[in-house]
């Protein structure tokens, strides 16, 4: 099983980013998958997530309107796309997939906010 994030890096206050999600070794289809992030001295925290037919969505409280997740299936992938960012969304970001008891977690990208 691998969740390989790319697309992080240096951003200014304001800027776009999209992060990417490449998946391989599960049946992609099948999972739930999310977004989350862990910032220095904060707790890990959810950042979108989306079912595995694409048909519910879920954003924290902190991105709504700012952040978008999509998922493709056909290419097993899931991205999220960032705007408006804000230094506060400065963190690691992770991809996750979810299958009842079953959860894989990436290596994480990082994204910096800073001018």
């Known amino acids: 099983v691998q969740l390989v994030e790319s697309g992080g890096g240096l951003v200014q206050p304001g800027g776009p980013l999209r992060l990417s999600c490449a998946a391989s070794?599960?049946?992609?289809?099948?999972?739930?998958m999310g977004w989350y992030r862990h910032a220095p001295g904060k707790e890990r925290d959810l950042v979108a997530s989306i079912t595995s037919d694409g048909g519910s969505i879920n954003y924290g409280d902190s991105v709504k309107g700012r952040f978008t997740i999509s998922r493709d299936n056909a290419k097993n992938a899931v991205n999220l796309q960032m705007t408006s960012l804000k230094p506060e969304d400065t963190a690691v970001y992770y991809c996750s997939a979810r299958f009842g008891y079953f959860r894989y977690w990436g290596q994480g990208t990082q994204v910096s906010v800073s001018s």
């Open positions: 070794g599960f049946t992609f289809s099948r999972y739930a």
